[in-house]
């Protein structure tokens, strides 16, 4: 039986995830969350969104208890959304153990989130390893039709955060949903052109 309260760890297969809120500035037709609570046994919809003290003391439950490859911040939102939040557990994962990698999944919006701040940089400086951001759109009216991003700028604004990361020298790489509207080809092919990997999703009920 699903608990009450959200989880604010949870793990699929060797990587260990965190969900660090539940607010997003797009309203993606196809998100999971919209559908579901959660997934594999874990309830994702937070009652109260944790402090980063609380993040910290959940992950230290679960950090040791075995070998995992990443831990990734990702869950029923947008991590960049509480990006003090990202970094500073992000710099305590690396003080304490350095070997293991970190992912950031993120649909972009983080420059618009905080402006007026070098995001791609405080991620890089913290020691973010990978960076993996959603582009379900090869253009402006694909994206919002499909993402319907709270901000008039989000489709620009992505492709220059992508831009970004791969400037500081992170692991950067696009991800998009198999979905009628997207042409994957287009979003490969632009991946191809400035260089950084491409990941297709399919659409399955997963978290995107
Ligand atoms: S799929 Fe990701 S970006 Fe889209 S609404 Fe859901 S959490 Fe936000």
Redesign the pocket.
């Known amino acids: 039986m699903l608990k009450k309260n959200g989880d604010i760890v949870y793990w699929l297969e060797d990587s260990l995830y965190l969900n660090i809120t539940n607010r ?1 500035s ?3 037709y196809f ?1 999971f ?1 919209h559908f579901w609570d959660g997934i594999a046994g874990f309830r994702l919809k937070l009652g109260k969104e944790p402090s980063t003290e609380q993040v910290i003391k959940e992950l230290k439950k679960h950090i040791s208890r075995r070998r995992w490859e990443e831990v990734v911040f990702c869950g ?3 991590p960049t959304i509480r990006l003090d939040c990202v970094l500073e557990v992000a710099r305590w994962i690396k003080k304490y153990y350095p070997f293991l990698k970190i992912r950031l999944n993120t ?1 972009g919006h983080a420059v618009l989130l905080n402006p007026n701040r070098d995001v791609a940089r405080e991620l890089k400086g913290v020691g973010i390893d990978i960076v993996s951001v ?1 582009l379900n759109g090869h253009d402006e009216e694909t994206y919002n039709k499909v ?1 319907r991003p709270e901000f008039r700028e989000a489709y620009k604004n992505v492709i220059n955060f992508i831009l970004a990361l791969k400037d500081t020298g992170i692991d950067t790489e696009i991800t998009a949903v198999e979905l009628p509207e997207i042409d994957i080809q287009k979003i490969q092919d632009f991946a191809k052109k400035i260089n950084v990997k491409f990941r297709l999703r399919q659409f399955i009920p997963l978290i ?1």
């Open positions: 997003c797009n309203k993606c998100c969350r029923f939102g947008e649909n959603s993402c995107y």
